[in-house]
């Protein structure tokens, strides 16, 4: 946490460099009524704080000669650097020489020493920082062309300048249309570009009524810095709603995350980065419109920072495990073991066993996921041929391929070369895509699953039920296999209608020629049920959990004591 309490504070900071004592304690007494000070005895010193990118300082006063980095230096490193450029420099000196040449290299003004006349000093102080805030906000277009709204720059420019005038809580809100790149890939940039101006002039129309000021943060999300309110929910519930008719009566997803800025805490950019973070941590969740910054999140920002990291080395320490969850097909007298599907766990050296479900969907949004799924892939073909030279027997995995993965162009060619390293049929690797994978970008992935089948991979729609898959899509993607999502086989037995769902689901898979998975099958009377509708397979904790593939390795060699037994009795 220490990390973001560095105040910057609602004055203005001012870096006062001297190796004198007495001179650094003499102007700290003139400027600290109006400013926040900070202090370094030599030209290293005050590079060390400026180095520091979440305090912002609104000026430095630059002593030219002293020991360790003179004042010279200072300037210079600042002028090469684009954050520290835009700092006005104040050069103390009583050499009329140095005056002359610190302003050459681009100091802002100057004031002699000794330091006699305290208004003097401050009035040049705030009128140099006032002419370099003017010129940044100047230098910075105004308006984003889209939104209406400010630019990014401009906004928070306008932000720096204003905090210090403010006398009322504020908020930042960050609001964010959820999967708005699916709104520009179905209907075109231009209605994207339109519902991005929509969602800004209503955004101006909130700001008429409540002290703020908004722009666009970045693509489809917004910022705006608004007096503290307590009905963000309603009000963003309120814009949803006028952005969805604005938007020709499309159902759009507003999402929005609110940090409370504490006065004399952090800095502008980094109360938006929170309120982002508390709304990214709502993406894609039907029915929560709002979220706010807490602890609990920065945690988890903090949880998946550590994660990101250590990915590569987990890969080359194997620390990724694969484990089996075997499928049964129900249809014949006993339920046979027929194949498996490969999940991943991750045995972390420190943090313990972490589930997929702690960072697949992490992993999916920055592209992480294809150097995992590729691991696990490989994993699985070294498993069947170790397997079938244990056994003597081919036990097919299925494998999950993420929707990341279809974007990848060597996808089909990735698949084929691991084929031909373990000398596998690609009968063997079966490829379980999900369903909300289908509804993205139908185009690449129907390119991808043709491909795949031409080349004998067999495809599942994994999680069956959960996307929007509509029936006409269905017909046009060619697949093998429909395994029906868990929540469908949970409630089936509490509630008629899930059971006809079910029912009408597996005719569905008959009408389009695929075999059907049950998932998540846990009670007998959900597999007696199914086996009745005509469900081919079953995976679940009712036959076994997903297992370490030594232990896998004993149901193949009690499914084959079985196969032997029948064989024996007929
Ligand atoms: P999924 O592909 O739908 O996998 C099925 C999940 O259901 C697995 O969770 C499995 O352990 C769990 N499950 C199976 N039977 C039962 C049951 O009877 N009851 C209950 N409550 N759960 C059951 P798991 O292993 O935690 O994996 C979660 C998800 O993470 C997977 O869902 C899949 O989407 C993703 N995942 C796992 N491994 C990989 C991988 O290697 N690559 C990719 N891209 N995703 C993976
Ligand atoms: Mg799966
Ligand atoms: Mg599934």
Redesign the pocket.
């Known amino acids: 946490m220490e990390r973001f309490m560095t105040t910057s504070g609602l004055k203005r900071r001012v870096l006062i460099v001297d190796d004198e004592i007495i001179n650094r304690e003499l102007l700290g007494a003139i400027l600290s009524q109006n400013y926040d000070t900070a202090f370094a005895a030599n030209g290293e010193e005050a590079m060390e704080l400026l180095s520091d990118p979440e305090a912002y300082y609104s000026l430095i006063l630059l002593d030219l000669m002293m020991p360790v980095m003179d004042g010279f230096e200072v300037i210079e490193r600042c002028r090469a650097d684009e954050r520290l450029r835009r700092i006005p420099i104040i050069v103390m000196t009583s050499e009329k020489s140095a005056e002359v040449r610190s302003i050459r290299t681009g100091a802002a003004d100057f004031i002699t020493k000794p330091y006699d006349m305290p208004e003097v000093i401050l009035a040049r102080c705030e009128r140099t920082i006032e002419l370099s805030e003017d010129e940044s906000i100047i230098r910075s277009t105004e308006r984003d062309k889209i939104s209406g709204l400010y630019t990014r720059d401009y906004f928070f420019a306008y932000l720096h300048r204003l905090i210090p005038r403010l006398d009322v809580p504020m908020d930042a809100v960050a609001l964010n249309i959820d999967r708005f790149q699916l709104i520009n890939e179905i209907l075109g940039r231009q209605e994207g570009d339109r519902i991005l101006k929509c969602a800004g002039d209503l955004i101006s129309d909130m700001l008429t009524s409540s002290i703020g000021i908004a722009c666009r943060g970045e693509n489809d999300t917004f910022f705006v810095f608004i007096e503290r309110r307590d009905d963000y929910l309603e009000l963003t519930k309120q814009m949803q709603k006028k952005l969805d008719s604005m938007a020709g009566g499309r159902h759009l997803h507003l999402k929005a995350g609110v940090y409370s800025c504490e006065p004399g805490e952090g800095d502008p950019e980094i109360w938006f980065s929170r309120a982002k973070a508390a709304c990214e941590g709502i993406r894609g969740s039907f029915g929560t419109y709002c979220a706010r910054y807490s602890n609990e999140l920065y945690e988890r920002m903090v949880f998946y920072e550590r994660l990101i990291s250590d990915v590569n080395d987990a890969i080359e320490n194997r620390d990724f495990v ?2 089996y ?1 075997p499928k049964y097909n129900i249809q014949g007298e006993r339920p046979k073991l027929v194949s498996a ?5 991750w045995n972390h050296p420190e943090l313990g066993f972490i ?3 702690e960072f ?1 969907s992490l ?2 949004k920055n592209g992480l ?1 294809r150097k ?2 590729y ?2 892939w490989r994993e699985a073909a070294t498993q069947i041929k170790r397997w079938r030279k244990l056994y003597g027997t081919e036990i097919p995995v299925s ?4 929707r ?2 279809i974007f990848d162009t060597g996808l089909e060619s990735k698949l084929s070369d691991i084929l031909d390293e373990f000398s596998l049929d690609p009968s063997l690797l079966m490829l ?1 895509i ?1 369903e909300t994978a289908y509804s993205g970008s139908a185009d690449r992935l129907i390119e991808a699953v043709d491909n795949l089948r031409e080349k004998g991979f067999r495809i599942e729609m ?2 069956f039920g959960t996307g929007y898959s509509s029936l006409n899509m269905l017909t046009s993607i060619p697949i093998d296999i429909l ?1 029906l ?2 929540q469908f ?2 409630r089936m037995l509490m509630d008629q209608k899930a059971y006809r769902l079910v029912e009408m689901m597996i005719d569905i898979a008959g009408f389009l020629d695929a075999a059907v998975v049950a ?4 009670k007998e009377e959900q597999l007696k049920a199914l086996k009745k509708m005509g469900c081919d397979i079953v ?4 036959f076994s ?2 297992l370490p593939a030594e232990r896998f390795g004993e149901l193949i060699e009690k499914e084959l004591k079985e196969r032997e037994g029948s064989y024996a009795d007929n």
């Open positions: 694969v484990y969850q599907e490969a999940l991943i766990r589930s997929p479900g697949i992993f999916e996921i995992i799924d691991y696990v494998v999950n391929v993420s990341v993965d379980e999900t994994d999680d395994k999502d868990m086989i949970r998932e998540g099958v846990e995976q679940g904790f009712y959990p997903p």
